[in-house]
């Protein structure tokens, strides 16, 4: 069973940076691309950026030239750095990860518990 464990979240104000972070603990044999998503209330949940295992990322085109997705492979965790934070961006923020349970030939995707964002102005 894997687990994806978020932290990092919290109360800042417009311009303040936050960074999230999120690990993978248990037992799998591969995890392929991680990524981070968003759910604002009332709102869909969307895509803020994600991260292959090799490193290219790919970003929401609201969130480009302010947050910045990194990977530690050998750690199974992906970080989120976000600056220039605004209001816009208050959302509960998801960890995503394509896994590879063990004994098993396809990925699935494993959802973290989610961490609260929220940027007053």
């Known amino acids: 069973q894997v687990q994806l464990v978020e932290s990092g979240g919290g109360l800042v104000q417009a311009g303040g940076s936050l960074r999230l972070s999120c690990t993978a603990s248990?037992?799998?044999?591969?995890?392929?691309?991680m990524g981070w998503y968003r759910q604002a209330p009332g709102q869909q949940r969307e895509l803020v950026a994600t991260i292959t295992s090799g490193g290219d990322t790919n970003y929401a085109n609201s969130v480009k030239g302010r947050f910045t997705i990194s990977r530690d492979n050998a750690k199974n965790t992906i970080y989120l750095q976000m600056n220039s934070l605004k209001p816009e961006d208050t959302a509960v923020y998801y960890c995503?990860?394509?896994?590879?349970?063990?004994?098993?030939?396809?990925?699935?995707?494993?959802w973290g518990q989610g961490t609260q964002v929220t940027v007053s102005s």
């Open positions: 995503n990860a394509e896994v590879k349970p063990l004994f098993y030939n396809n990925y699935r995707d494993c």
């Open positions: 248990g037992r799998f044999a591969s995890i392929n691309g």
